[in-house]
């Protein structure tokens, strides 16, 4: 296993849509067994593969509630085909859009479908956090940001900063 550089906004990669996996070989094992690495070295709670630099349709995610009861699990080619009701995921951050949170609107409730790591379909419901944390990484596999879903004055605010910290970095 090894840590993966994340991919940072406002890198081009992270608004490309994902492919589907059409076979799980050892090369998508090692990019599972790689992404469950670096979400929990960073530490963060999903990854979705375009993070780090992977235009496969896989998320990796945790939503144990402490470091003793880690538990990551893993949706290949993850769909949401239900949602319902609104919650407000407040103060969401994300690994690739450094130094921001914000509050989003965000369904209450999904249903996801997907495969798990071994190929076999999975369906299940989520709701709060986890539900959350879904719309998060599915979105990521679609090209979306958290930034796109929030006001355009944020948004804007933001690009500003962090295209200021690139020029200093440099």
Avoid: W
Wanted: glycine residues 6%; charged residues 30%; negative net charge.
């Amino acid at each position: 296993m090894a840590i993966r550089e994340i991919l940072t906004y406002p890198n081009h990669f992270l608004r490309m849509p994902t492919r589907p996996v059409t076979v799980i070989t050892d090369d998508v094992h090692t990019l599972i067994d790689d992404m469950i690495e670096t979400m929990y070295d960073e530490p963060g709670v999903g990854l979705a593969a375009i993070q780090v630099g992977s235009d496969q349709s896989i998320i990796v995610y945790d939503a144990s509630p402490s470091e003793e009861e880690r538990q990551a699990q893993v949706l290949i080619n993850p769909e949401i085909v239900s949602s319902e009701g609104h919650q407000l995921s407040e103060n969401e951050g994300c690994l690739s859009v450094p130094d921001f949170r914000a509050d989003v609107k965000r369904a209450a409730r999904v249903r996801v479908e997907g495969l798990d790591r071994t190929g076999q379909p999975v369906a299940f419901e989520a709701d709060g956090f986890l539900a959350i944390l879904l719309q998060h990484e599915i979105d990521h596999l679609k090209g979306i940001l958290f930034i796109d879903r929030i006001s355009a004055l944020k948004r804007e605010m933001y690009k500003r900063k962090r295209k200021k910290q690139l020029r200093q970095a440099s």
